[in-house]
Nanobody
Framework: QVQLVESGGGLVQAGASLRLSCEAS????????MRWYRQAPGKGREFVAH????????SYAGSVEGRFIISRDNAKNTVYLQMNRLKPEDTAIYYC??????????WGQGTQVTVSS
């Protein structure tokens, strides 16, 4: 069982940066691949970024590639999402997600990011 708690959201102006954090419970954090998703008002949840258990493999949605960076610190049981050059269309609730072997069952409660123009 893994529990995830996101933090770091807020209200910023376009062009600013934010760093989201997601802290996981449990002793086997490094065995989980971690992902960030987001859900904008009136839209479905969409994939943002992925990082493998050892941090060696990352991938991004096309809409954030080159602006967002996913990273993790396994000693701190934490995954991060550094968001740069934020745009109003990045406004959403951001969720942390954990899984392994193709099953991604664990979700955090979400953190709100609002980008004003």
């Amino acid at each position: 069982q893994v529990q995830l708690v996101e933090s770091g959201g807020g209200l910023v102006q376009a062009g600013a940066s934010l760093r989201l954090s997601c802290e996981a419970s449990g002793r086997t954090f490094s065995s989980y691949n971690m992902r960030w998703y987001r859900q904008a008002p009136g839209k479905g949840r969409e994939f943002v970024a992925h990082i493998s258990g050892n941090g060696g493999v990352t991938s991004y949605a096309g809409s954030v590639e080159g602006r967002f960076i996913i990273s993790r610190d396994n000693a701190k049981n934490t995954v991060y999402l550094q968001m740069n050059r934020l745009k109003p269309e990045d406004t959403a609730i951001y969720y942390c997600n954990a899984g392994s072997r193709g099953i991604y069952d664990y979700w955090g409660q979400g953190t709100q990011v609002t980008v004003s123009s």
